[in-house]
């Protein structure tokens, strides 16, 4: 079964400083992954995706994540963080198969400090 | 649409109340899916459409939770007798097919409160 797993269910930084979001995952074939972001009382927005192409995907508004297959991780990164950053981010798995149902992380609520 | 459209934005409602949610999704997408996103519970699949069919039912919780949709577009999302713990997000999205690489589109969600 696929499943994901966020390490943090919180991260704080400080503006202009960079930001690193732990996801790993767990599946029997080569999955498709996902991050998703929410702004508060905006609906889920998609950051970036991977699907077996190149392994460092590259997403909107300066974020990227690297696909590691030995050490089953997906984690989302940007260089320096900006206030707008501020928001929750899902890790997501999609099942795959004639679903496409994805699986979502619990969530990891970013704070970016002044 | 040039996005997925959800309404009621918020509902409030008494307990053992039926409420309806609907979700009109981006034109052209084949595939439709509701979830369910609640404090403590992070985000849950309820139901999937492909077409006018709904293959995987598997996370609605209760009988007292139906969903259909017509003519491959707008589904609606019924809830019967409802509950306290129903109270919640409830978020559609779409996608152009079920294919795994497909991106789905959010809607903003309809936001329950049972009291």
């Known amino acids: 079964a696929q499943s994901v797993t966020q390490l943090d269910s919180h991260v704080s930084v400080s503006e202009g400083t960079p930001v690193l979001l732990r996801c790993n995952y767990s599946?029997?074939?080569?999955?498709?992954l996902f991050w998703y972001v929410q702004h508060p009382n905006k609906g889920l927005q998609l950051l970036l995706k991977?699907?077996?192409?190149?392994?460092l995907v590259k997403g909107i508004n300066g974020f990227e994540a690297e696909f590691k297959k030995s050490e089953t991780s997906f984690h989302l990164t940007k260089p320096s963080a900006h206030m707008s950053d501020a928001a929750e981010y899902f890790c997501?798995?999609?099942?795959?198969?004639?679903?496409?149902?994805?699986?979502f992380g619990t969530g990891t609520l970013l704070a970016v400090q002044p | 649409g040039a996005g997925v459209s959800q309404s009621p934005s918020n509902k409030v409602t008494e307990k053992g109340k039926d409420v309806e949610l609907r979700c009109d999704p981006i034109s052209g997408h084949t595939a439709l899916y509701w979830y369910r996103q609640s404090l403590g519970q992070g985000l849950e699949f309820l139901i999937y459409?492909?077409?006018?069919?709904?293959?995987?039912k598997s996370g609605l919780p209760s009988d007292r939770f139906s969903a259909e949709r017509t003519g491959g577009s707008v589904s609606t999302l019924t809830i019967q007798r409802t509950q306290q713990e129903d109270s919640a997000v409830y978020l559609c999205a779409s996608s152009l097919t079920v294919s795994g690489a497909n991106v789905l589109t959010f809607g903003a969600g309809s936001r329950l409160t049972v009291l």
């Open positions: 599946s029997s074939y080569s999955p498709s």
């Open positions: 459409f492909q077409g006018n069919s709904a293959p995987d």
């Open positions: 991977y699907t077996s192409a190149a392994t």
């Open positions: 997501v798995v999609s099942k795959g198969g004639a679903t496409n149902k994805l699986i």
